[in-house]
């Protein structure tokens, strides 16, 4: 019968839509689409291949693929008004909104060629002016997509066929729920997917990571912003928000860890510091290798951790499963994504830290499992016996200890900056029995202060560098703000501001003098009982009051 897909012989090769069309218009019903995948009308004239159509046809599609990675593809050229998926044949048509949309989005392809799921993809203009719909379920599928998507698109205050002229090239990125440290190379990584990046730029501001990355043009940039705004990196973390920056073009004056100009091999590195960690340069120079390589990172930032499925397989790369959109298959290599590469000798195992620089008569293992366990559960402390400024602290994995290790590093506890580095040991000993040890050795494997024990816990959403600015929560009704005021300031340091959460008064937010004086105040107040059997809980905070 008319419009049966045939099967198409190796090397045979063919127009667009050749596989599909009979000579006129015609349907496909559900017998005539390979695996029953979708039913669809097509009205309209056979045209030439090749020439300009609203109706684009896609080739070689992964075999996963769904609805809303196909609509993506045409996204920030326009409105995508239709869609007929052919999963059998791994193809699908998009219809745009208009016939201009579609041929921005011919030729823009036409120069960079299309990925998902890390595999390259045809998009040509389809012989056909335009599809119609059926009421097939599998059509509803599709619709179903297609309306969720530009709503979406709608939202972002893009309207149909909207031009790109006066837009900027430069995005300006901010990485929310800072989670697992995010580097120059995991951005770069990300972001050239969509187009050619020429330079990335990264800073700290109002305590959130940010960056200005500069695409070699404005499509690029509206493709990537569309596509990547709103996703996370990790699972259920380092949430990227994205809009177009003022600026036009960047100015960057060193190669390094947090700049870079990728047009520009030849600029300093500033500061003494190597343009290029060396580690990370071996690992891209050695990409291949390094490529499927399993235990290179944890799909839960903790690994393990129970009610949270792996956000990364590791498959030829690495890609982020259950996320709609591009980014949910952009495939890159591992250790860029693990970040861990900028801190050479690190392993996913190795989860005991050095910490040195301490106060030997102030500080104590109560004091670093509090401190630490910010950022991670921590198992058991040791403050060295003959060198009291010098300790081990071991994290319930490496992941953990990362995270700790990059949030305090030099942040000072009791008038000294913290010196923290890997451990060459895999696990802190406790003493032996009748071992002189004077309290210095604690281990906190049971502990019921854990922040990170319970699957699913928002802390796992809520973890920010040290900061003066605590997030306070748990607090009775019979307490009032001059008694929490009266409580901090008894720590040392001084209360500059604070205010309960209109909506809920168990939680506040108390800024302290410095970062230093609110590091005090957390340790020596998390967990401290305010009566009626409620223990305040006590964490860094984003927000300033």
Do not use: W
Not at 370 to 382: E, P
Request: net charge positive.
């Amino acid at each position: 019968m008319d419009g049966i897909v045939q099967e198409l012989g190796v090397g045979t090769k063919r127009g667009s839509d050749d596989l599909f069309l009979s000579n006129g218009p015609f349907k496909m019903n559900s017998q005539s689409s390979v695996n029953g995948n979708d039913s669809k009308k097509f009205k309209g004239d056979i045209r030439s291949a090749g020439a300009p159509s609203r109706v684009v046809h896609i080739r070689k599609l992964p075999m996963d693929v769904t609805e809303a990675e196909v609509i993506s593809l045409g996204l920030a050229f326009g409105k995508v008004t239709n869609l007929l998926m052919l999963k059998g044949k791994n193809q699908a048509f998009v219809e745009m909104n208009t016939e201009e949309a579609a041929n921005t989005m011919v030729s823009y392809y036409s120069t960079v060629t299309p990925l998902l799921r890390n595999q390259p993809i045809f998009i040509q203009f389809s012989n056909h002016k335009e599809l119609k719909t059926d009421n097939s379920p599998n059509q509803a599928r599709a619709q179903a997509a297609l309306q969720a998507v530009n709503s979406v698109q709608s939202s972002s205050g893009l309207d149909s066929g909207m031009g790109l002229a006066g837009q900027s090239p430069v995005l300006r990125i901010i990485v929310e729920n800072l989670f697992y440290p995010v580097t120059l190379d995991v951005l770069h990584q990300i972001f050239s997917k969509f187009g050619t990046v020429l330079k990335i730029i990264t800073f700290t501001k109002n305590n959130q990571f940010q960056a200005l990355l500069q695409y070699s043009d404005p499509m690029s940039a509206q493709h990537a912003k569309l596509a990547l705004d709103g996703q996370n990196i990790y699972n259920a973390c380092c949430t990227l928000r994205i809009d177009f920056s003022k600026l036009t073009s960047l100015n960057v004056k060193y190669n390094n860890e947090k700049s870079r100009d990728y047009t520009r091999p030849d600029l300093p590195s500033g500061d003494g510091q190597p343009s290029i960690d060396q580690t990370i340069a071996a690992a891209f120079g050695k990409e291949a290798s390094l490529l499927g390589a399993p235990g290179i990172i944890s799909g839960s930032p903790y690994a393990g951790a129970a009610g949270f499925p792996p956000a990364f397989a590791i498959s030829q790369g690495l890609s982020v499963q259950g996320v709609p959109g591009p980014l949910g298959h952009i495939a890159f290599p591992a250790a860029a994504a693990a970040g861990r590469m900028s801190l050479p000798g690190f392993g996913a195992g190795n989860c005991v830290l050095l910490v040195s620089n301490l106060h030997p008569e102030r500080v104590t293992p109560q004091s670093l499992f509090i401190l630490f366990g910010v950022y991670g559960d921590v198992q058991r402390v040791k403050i060295l016996f003959n060198k009291k400024e010098n300790a081990l602290i071991q994290m319930t994995d490496g992941n953990q200890a990362q995270l700790a290790m990059s949030h305090l590093n030099s942040q000072r506890l009791y008038g000294k900056p913290l010196r923290i580095a890997v451990s060459k040991h895999q696990a802190v000993q406790l003493p032996r029995e009748g071992q002189e040890d004077q309290g210095l050795t604690k281990d906190y494997s049971n502990s019921p202060l854990h922040r990170f024990k319970k699957p699913g816990s928002k802390n796992f959403q809520n973890i920010f560098p040290p900061s003066s600015t605590l997030h306070l929560s748990n607090i009775p009704s019979s307490v009032s703000e001059d008694d929490i005021r009266m409580l901090f300031s008894e720590t040392g340091g001084v209360v500059k501001a604070f205010k309960f959460f209109q909506k809920d008064r168990k939680m506040a937010l108390i800024q302290m003098g410095s970062v230093e004086e609110a590091i005090q105040a957390l340790i020596e107040l998390h967990n401290h009982d305010l009566g009626e059997n409620h223990h305040l809980r006590v964490s860094f905070s984003k927000s300033t009051i």
